[in-house]
């Protein structure tokens, strides 16, 4: 992703000269919104995405001030609720709990500058194979700390990845930034089980189970999906989400299950107490109407026909979780689970991007390729959907496959970029618990009705084994 740009690592460097670009970018920042010009000077740019351009500032009239900011200037052409739903999601949940705060906000039109305390960070792929198990074990746990906070109201952040959780290695502390994709955990539907009444759009016209079919090759895959008017757009974050369920607000449910959190844990009781069979076969009940091309690889009349299944896939590809690939409409605070889950297997395995995807299908193929096609259909089950596959694929075993490739490109850095570890941190690896490989299972359960959550992963086994470990290393 083009977001993560080198970082100044000494921010009271004087005045250095920068490219023309750059100066011109700030120029222009400055003209757009004057009040930055009058209370900050801005040294550097730090930081692009899709939506914004990030800049290193201190406080003008106050140079001996240390204290450095980042200034988020966000595209103006974002719809509006975007801009607030950030702005409001570092206001109420962050300052604490590794969430990064804002101090400030200025605007001018349509111009809007958010102003957070800058924090010093590396880019991921610079620390990834210096980091021992135990800074794993640190980061990781900051991580689910910053998750828990963000999940405890209910707000999705829809972009866990390394370049939105910010690490500073000297200081040992973390932040979660961008929440411009965050979005409330919509309370989709008034079903005891995943799918019962089956998922509702935006026409309020039911749909029925629908057919994924994905080839198991990777370079290849022939997808249902892509051939169909189902398939969004490729662009890797979108911008608008569409709430799925209509109406629901009204509803005596709605008012009863306020909390999406709550749906998930009734949900996830619901599992354990009539077994998962029991609720698939509810869902039989539903009747998925059968047309002309259900499982085959091809899209037939009746199918273009049908109107959109709307369903959130905000995300960067190589992140998003088996429910979003598969579109299916009623998203959870799980989907940061996976992501985290997905940042965790590059921590053990030192591989970083983990699964390379530009599309969703690709992503999918990925997904399948590792956790086997008995596991994924299961999964898509869970969530209303049928997937096809053309072939069988068994499942890799998660510790043989991060050893090897840990012991793989370490020795090629080591030699290519002169990147060591010290013997410690080496040590370290030799001897992975189990509980880390059941914690990366539970972040990574391809149901996400089942998936661990941020904070019952903070009392998983990993952690009070490493904790342990640590002391008895102290003592
Ligand atoms: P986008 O929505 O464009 O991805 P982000 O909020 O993720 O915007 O910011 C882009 C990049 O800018 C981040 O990946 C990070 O490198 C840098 N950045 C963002 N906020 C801060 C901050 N408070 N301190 C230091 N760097 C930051
Ligand atoms: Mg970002
Ligand atoms: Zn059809």
């Not at 800074?135 to 828990?148: E, F, G, Q």
Request: overall charge positive.
């Amino acid at each position: 992703m083009a977001e993560e740009m080198s970082t100044p690592s000494s921010s009271r460097k004087k005045a250095k000269r920068l490219p023309f670009e750059i100066q011109e970018e700030i120029n222009c920042l400055y003209e757009f919104v004057p009040e930055v010009k009058e209370h900050f000077e801005v040294i550097d740019k730090i930081g692009e995405g899709t939506f914004s351009s990030v800049f290193l500032a201190r406080l003008k009239h106050y140079p001996d001030i240390p204290q450095m900011f980042a200034l988020k200037h966000i595209i103006p052409t974002s719809h509006p609720s975007r801009i607030e739903g950030e702005l409001k999601c570092l206001l109420e949940i962050g300052g604490c709990d590794n969430v990064i705060g804002v101090e400030l906000c200025l605007r001018n039109r349509d111009h809007v500058v958010i102003v957070m305390q800058y924090f010093p960070h590396e880019k991921f792929h610079d620390y990834l194979l210096h980091m021992s198990l135990t800074d794993v074990y640190n980061y990781m746990k900051h991580l689910l700390v910053a998750l828990r906070r963000v999940h405890m109201f209910d707000i999705i952040h829809r972009d866990v990845k390394p370049s939105n959780f910010l690490y500073d290695r000297n200081t040992k502390r973390y932040a979660l930034v961008d929440f411009g994709l965050a979005h409330k955990a919509p309370v989709c539907k008034a079903s005891s089980s995943p799918n019962a009444a089956g998922p509702v759009d935006t026409s309020g016209i039911l749909q029925e189970t629908q057919n994924l079919s994905v080839g198991s090759s990777i370079s290849t895959p022939v997808t249902q999906m892509s051939q169909s008017k189902h398939s969004a757009s490729s662009s890797s974050r979108s911008q608008q989400y569409t709430p799925p369920t209509p109406n629901l607000s009204n509803s005596v449910f709605a008012k009863r299950v306020k909390s999406p959190r709550r749906l998930l844990l009734a949900k996830r009781a619901l599992l354990v107490k009539e077994g998962k069979d029991d609720i698939l076969s509810q869902r039989k009940g539903a009747q998925p109407v059968q047309c002309n091309c259900f499982g085959k690889p091809q899209i037939c009349s009746v199918c273009s026909a049908r109107s959109n299944q709307n369903a959130p896939r905000a995300g960067t590809p190589g992140f998003r979780s088996p429910e979003v690939l598969m579109k299916c409409p009623d998203q959870s605070t799980a989907v940061d689970i996976w992501s985290a889950g997905v940042i965790f297997l590059s921590l053990l395995s030192g591989r970083y991007p983990f699964f390379r995807a530009n599309d969703d299908m690709t992503a999918l193929a990925q997904i399948i390729s590792t956790f086997g096609t008995d596991s994924v259909k299961e999964a898509a089950k869970a969530c209303g959907k049928s997937l096809i596959c053309s072939q069988t694929q068994s499942p890799v075993d998660f510790r043989t496959l991060c050893m090897k490739l840990r012991a793989a490109p370490m020795s090629k850095h080591q030699t290519k970029k002169g990147v060591t570890m010290d013997p410690l941190s080496e040590q370290s690896w030799r001897s992975v618990p189990d509980s880390a490989f059941d914690l990366l299972s539970r972040l990574l359960d391809l149901n996400p009705y089942t998936r661990i959550t941020a904070e019952e992963a903070l009392t998983h086994k990993f952690f009070s084994e490493m904790e342990e470990r640590l002391g008895s290393v102290l003592c």
